[in-house]
């Protein structure tokens, strides 16, 4: 299995059983993720509640609730909103401290493409849930939840440069 840690904080952010689709000269990582019920335990014991005298609204709540599956396997933490004058300052200060941790052919490759994704981003910024690792390390990696048009379910957005890869 391989994970992938945020090059600054070293939380994970990601696995391999989340595939990824390349987009924005591969500067951004999109991965579809899914609203998954958990706690909800449906136990059929063959009994006939009806026809023991028990009503159908009788039962056991066993407290289910509703999460995204990225957001709670990696323990995200979601943050405040951006406007595009926060967010081009987090850009700025995240490249200048993601830069010196790559190598430097993966440092010419990251220059040459953040503009691209960071107008990329800037388009979709009204759009977007904020989130960072459990570390809740401030100049970490970010993460971008959306919903594309019509979507029940929300798409991700990871700035792929700030990745490293772990087997595991």
Same mark, same amino acid.
């Given at each position: 299995?391989?994970?992938?840690?945020?090059?600054?904080?070293?939380?994970?952010?990601l696995s391999d059983s989340f595939p990824?689709?390349?987009?924005?000269?591969?500067?951004?990582?999109?991965?579809?993720?899914?609203?998954?019920?958990?706690?909800?335990?449906?136990?059929?014991?063959?009994?006939?509640?009806?026809?023991?005298?028990?009503?159908?609204?009788?039962?056991?709540?066993?407290?289910?609730?509703?999460?995204?599956?990225?957001?709670?396997?990696?323990?995200?933490?979601?943050?405040? $909103?951006?406007?595009?004058? @926060? =967010?081009?300052?987090?850009?700025?200060?995240?490249? !200048?401290? #993601?830069?010196? &941790? *790559?190598? $430097?052919?993966?440092?010419? @490759? =990251?220059?040459?493409?953040?503009?691209?994704?960071? !107008?990329? #981003?800037?388009? &979709? *910024?009204?759009?977007?849930?904020?989130?960072?690792?459990?570390?809740?390390?401030?100049?970490?990696?970010?993460?971008?939840?959306?919903?594309?048009?019509?979507?029940?379910?929300?798409?991700?957005?990871?700035?792929?440069?700030?990745?490293?890869?772990v087997k595991c």
């Amino acid at each position: 299995m391989l994970v992938y840690q945020d090059l600054l904080s070293g939380d994970e952010l990601l696995s391999d059983s989340f595939p990824y689709k390349e987009i924005e000269n591969g500067m951004l990582w999109e991965v579809e993720g899914k609203w998954v019920v958990q706690g909800a335990v449906s136990v059929d014991i063959g009994a006939n509640p009806s026809a023991e005298g028990a009503d159908d609204e009788e039962g056991v709540d066993d407290q289910a609730v509703k999460v995204v599956d990225i957001v709670d396997t990696f323990r995200l933490q979601e943050q405040p $909103p951006f406007d595009k004058k @926060q =967010f081009i300052a987090y850009v700025k200060k995240y490249i !200048k401290n #993601l830069t010196p &941790k *790559l190598q $430097p052919e993966k440092q010419d @490759q =990251f220059k040459k493409g953040i503009e691209g994704a960071t !107008k990329y #981003l800037v388009s &979709k *910024l009204k759009d977007f849930q904020y989130f960072v690792g459990e570390s809740m390390h401030d100049d970490g990696t970010m993460v971008f939840a959306y919903y594309k048009e019509g979507a029940t379910d929300p798409t991700f957005l990871y700035l792929a440069h700030g990745l490293k890869e772990v087997k595991c």
